[in-house]
């Protein structure tokens, strides 16, 4: 198969038949994906699709249509993630031909926070028209309303006077040791996501990282002592075997910082890996 399609094919005998083919479709340039699943069980059995669409960097849309013998139902699932990685919003509408839900999830550092709401029980017979329309509303409100008030936070943070007078002050040293600061709090708290991923790839003996520094290397191929190690940042994003790293500079990744000041004759940062 091309690499962007991806099929498995999974199958039992014996008391719990049971036979699943999976079929997915993923855009090597940007985050959007198609999956297709079948399962077929004795007396059951579930036809579903699964489309995913990535407009920009850190917001995310799935819509999710399936079919089985209990009937129809459709998620809509919209994620938001904040810059620095750490932080995702997840806000799913749940429709089927007698229920209707909401569902907000909160991930933190590998904690989950979940907040179900049931809009419409199953008991209640089918859904009326007003309360579909109502929780259309629900779920399109909280992803404008954060954005609304990020974009309110980062205008009064800079229209503050405090933070004018830090940014006048401030001096490409310290600016510098902040960031360095900042990177390696990152580090460690996406250790435990690196040392997940560890385990899954080399229970499938995929793509594991075992070493990564970022920084400036000299004639020989030596790191510089103020490199970076950057091992568990690009083992974070190791996904189905392959490494997702953005365009981005990488002094602007996750766990990363700048290793000079920008009017500093020096060599040119590379990542090593």
Same mark, same amino acid.
């Given at each position: 198969l091309p690499r962007p399609l991806r099929a498995s094919l999974a199958g039992s005998i014996g008391s719990e038949r049971h036979l699943s083919l999976s079929l997915t479709k993923t855009s090597l340039s940007c985050g959007h994906s198609a999956r297709l699943n079948l399962n077929l069980q004795p007396g059951a059995g579930e036809l579903g699709v699964k489309l995913k669409y990535k407009p %920009?960097?850190?917001? #995310?849309?799935?819509?999710?249509?399936?079919?089985?013998?209990?009937?129809?139902?459709?998620?809509?699932?919209?994620?938001?993630?904040?810059?620095?990685?750490?932080?995702?919003?997840?806000?799913g509408l749940q429709v089927r031909a007698r229920s209707l839900a909401l569902r907000l999830t909160l991930c933190r550092c590998g904690l989950r926070f979940v907040l179900p709401l049931e809009l419409w029980p199953e008991a209640a017979g089918p859904i009326p028209i007003s309360e579909l329309g109502l929780a259309l509303l629900l779920w399109a409100a909280p992803p404008l309303i954060v954005r609304l008030l990020h974009g309110a936070f980062l205008a009064l943070r800079a229209l503050s006077p405090?933070?004018?007078? #830090? %940014? !006048?002050?401030?001096? +490409? %040293?310290?600016? /510098?040791?902040?960031?360095?600061?900042? &990177?390696?709090?990152q580090r &460690? /708290?996406?250790?435990?996501?690196? &040392?997940?991923?560890?385990?899954?790839?080399? !229970?499938?003996?995929?793509?594991?990282?075992?070493? &990564?520094?970022?920084?400036?290397?000299?004639?020989?191929? #030596?790191?510089? +002592?103020? #490199? /970076?190690?950057?091992?568990?940042?690009?083992?974070?994003?190791v996904k189905n075997s392959q490494l997702h790293i953005s365009a981005a500079p990488k002094s602007s990744l996750l766990g990363f910082c700048r290793r000079s000041q920008p009017n500093e004759a020096?060599?040119? +940062?590379?990542?090593a890996i």
């Open positions: %920009v960097k850190g917001l #995310s849309m799935k819509l999710i249509p399936s079919l089985s013998h209990q009937g129809w139902g459709v998620q809509a699932i919209c994620t938001k993630g904040t810059s620095d990685g750490l932080t995702k919003l997840h806000w405090k933070a004018k007078a #830090s %940014v !006048a002050s401030g001096s +490409p %040293v310290q600016d /510098l040791a902040a960031e360095a600061a900042e &990177a390696a709090e &460690a /708290l996406i250790a435990n996501e690196a &040392a997940r991923r560890r385990r899954e790839e080399e !229970a499938c003996n995929g793509l594991v990282i075992l070493s &990564a520094r970022y920084g400036c290397f000299s004639d020989n191929g #030596s790191a510089s +002592p103020d #490199s /970076l190690d950057v091992t568990n940042p690009l083992m974070a994003k020096a060599r040119e +940062p590379q990542l």
